[in-house]
């Protein structure tokens, strides 16, 4: 997989290639051509959202739900300095094959809060590996 490297004025990181950056700035956001795949991360939301973003991932009836499977769940750090609380889930199809895959991360940056959400098809989800490179990644200039 080849990546692309982004620099902004507060935000580095880097994507695969096949992504399509749309929103640049504090608040970063690029999807696949065909829009299957999204990424979406909003530095230092507004405290109402990012307590609303908070509760979502660690809603713990969300693996309740029907259809879905928690493949990773739990606080995480990083090397880079990103830290907070993670749900990597799949949406299964009615035979149990995985359909969409999320990565939500209610995180921390040094004194910035980040909320950084992955969706994608089965198609682009490669093991995981390449979403992981892409968080591992993330640096907030400060």
Do not use: C
């Not at 507060?10 to 929103?23: A, D, R, S």
């Not at 696949?32 to 405290?47: F, G, Q, W, Y």
């Not at 889930?89 to 990565?103: K, M, Q, S, V």
């Not at 995180?107 to 910035?112: D, E, L, M, Q, R």
Request: no cysteine.
């Amino acid at each position: 997989m080849n990546y692309k490297r982004y620099s902004g004025k507060l935000l580095h990181l880097m994507y695969p290639e096949f992504l399509e950056v749309e929103k640049r700035g504090p608040n970063w956001f690029a999807a696949s051509l065909d829009r299957k795949t999204t990424v979406a991360i909003v530095i230092d939301p507004e405290p109402e959202a990012a307590q609303g973003f908070a509760r979502v991932v660690r809603n713990p009836y969300f693996a309740k739900s029907g259809g879905i499977k928690v493949d990773r769940e739990g606080y995480f750090r990083f090397d880079s300095g990103l830290e907070g609380y993670e749900r990597i889930a799949r949406l299964n199809d009615a035979l149990g094959r995985a359909y969409t895959y999320g990565w939500a991360i209610d995180g921390n940056f040094k004194t910035h809060i980040l909320n950084v959400l992955i969706t994608t098809v089965e198609r682009d989800w490669h093991n995981g590996s390449i979403w992981e490179s892409l968080v591992r990644s993330i640096r907030v200039v400060t």
